[in-house]
């Protein structure tokens, strides 16, 4: 099993940046993919981005993808989500999840993924 922890929440300003951490512990291994859904107040939770352990491939949902980068941190469990240009409409609560993946499945489908940290709040004022 893997543990999954998201951190860098937090209250900015439109036009602002935010970069959100997702340690990952226990189990983990260079099979699982590991990925980054929001969930709106008051709506669903949508698919933001997606990475490979080993960072090799990379999925980006178009709504953000100008705006959002995943990465994976060199030699630690840690993967991020680097936002720039925050928009009031980003306000959620932002997940990482994971699970092993195989290469020919599309990543943004929450279902997929078996585990799942707590949330990290972002809210973004106008």
């Known amino acids: 099993q893997v543990q999954l922890v998201e951190s860098g929440g937090g209250l900015v300003q439109a036009g602002g940046s935010l970069r959100l951490s997702c340690a990952a512990s226990g189990q983990t291994s260079t099979s699982y993919t590991i990925a980054w859904f929001r969930q709106p107040p008051g709506k669903e939770r949508q698919f933001v981005a997606a990475?490979?352990?080993?960072?090799?491939?990379?999925w980006h949902a178009e709504s953000t993808k100008d705006r959002f980068t995943v990465s994976r941190a060199n030699d630690k469990n840690i993967v991020y989500l680097q936002m720039h240009s925050l928009k009031p409409e980003d306000t959620a609560v932002y997940y990482c999840?994971?699970?092993?993946?195989?290469?020919?499945?599309?990543?943004?489908?929450?279902?997929?993924?078996?585990?799942w940290g707590q949330g990290t709040q972002v809210t973004v004022s106008s």
């Open positions: 990475t490979s352990w080993s960072g090799g491939a990379t």
């Open positions: 999840a994971a699970d092993v993946l195989h290469s020919s499945t599309w990543p943004g489908n929450q279902y997929h993924y078996t585990y």
